[in-house]
Nanobody
């Protein structure tokens, strides 16, 4: 069973930086990994994704400010958040897709709160 555990959230001032980490347990190989966020009263939305080959995709609202990266050896994905803004306040969730046996699976972490003060 694969478990995703996030860390690195917290309170940061506008214009500051924060780095989120997500580690996946187990020895299965992760395909696409990504970060999503859910602001109060809003739907969960994609922030950034990265394939196993390193191809990245970003939401327009974070392009140029956030950087997603991964360490395949550690089954980990990271989100470097720079120049954060109050609109970035949300619970951030890690997501990963993997193959195991004959099946394809995906899972979510428990979420980590990011609060940006103005």
């Amino acid at each position: 069973q694969v478990e995703l555990v996030e860390s690195g959230g917290g309170l940061v001032q506008a214009g500051g930086s924060l780095r989120l980490s997500c580690a996946a347990s187990g020895s299965v190989f992760m395909n696409t990994m990504g970060w999503y966020r859910e602001a109060p009263g809003k739907q969960r939305r994609m922030v950034a994704t990265i394939t196993s080959g390193g191809i990245t995709n970003y939401a327009d609202s974070v392009k140029g400010r956030f950087t997603i990266s991964r360490d395949n050896a550690k089954n980990a994905v990271y989100l470097q958040m720079n120049s954060v803004q109050p609109d970035d306040t949300a619970v951030y969730f890690c997501n990963a897709e993997w193959l195991e046996g004959a099946g394809s699976y995906d899972g979510w972490g428990q979420g980590t709160q990011v609060t940006v003060s103005s």
